[in-house]
């Protein structure tokens, strides 16, 4: 969106992630209403509201969620806006990443409550700091993970997944009684020494 302009058109996105919210209507209603009369106060339009009905906030592949980005962010839309970052993405990785498409499409992104508004100077600032902060958390980490992992090979420890257990080496006779005499899957695997999984499979497989 070029700066300078005043009025915009946005198009709104609001999520809940529980069935019984959705069955509601008042996570969402909430949410329309929070978005409304910011872009009532300043003067903008929303063009279309994306209801997002129980859907989780941990990943960006969401069906309505990519609707409303091809609205807002490379459609015809000058943004888009949303009532509270976490109804757009619980990850803060993947809003840098939107971030980023959005300034690269001229676009805005407006989270309401958390005081974002990448029209806007203090609002860009808000944005990158997140952003910032995102990437260094990324940059530590692996950063922490390769030490640690080069601590484990210097004392020789080999790195890599676990051989499976051998189903085979299973006193399946054994692990039925103990159900039979009422044990909990756990109380089984405690005894035995092997996985919850495998007792539940042991137990789900045909006696010999």
Known sequence: MPRGVLRVNLVAYTRVSTTKQSSTGLGLDAQEHVVRSWADAMGHTITRVYRDEGSSGKSL??????????????????????????????NVGDFAQLVGEFE???????????????????????????????????ETLSERTRDAMQQLRDRGIRLG??????????????????RDAGETLRGISEATGFKVSTVRRVLASEPS
Do not use: W
Not at 65 to 81: P, S
Not at 126 to 133: D, E, L
Not at 161 to 178: L, T
């Open 61 to 90: 592949d969401r069906d309505i969620l990519k609707q409303a980005l091809m609205g807002g962010c490379y459609g015809t839309a000058d943004g888009l806006i949303v009532a509270k970052l976490d109804r757009l993405s619980r």
């Open 104 to 138: 690269e499409n001229d676009k805005t992104l407006v989270c309401v409550r958390d005081g974002i508004d990448l029209a806007t100077p203090v609002g860009r600032f808000t944005a990158h700091i997140m952003a910032s902060v995102a990437q260094l958390e990324r």
């Open 161 to 178: 997944r676990k051989p499976s257990e051998d189903v085979g080496s299973i006193d399946a006779n054994r692990i039925r009684r103990m």
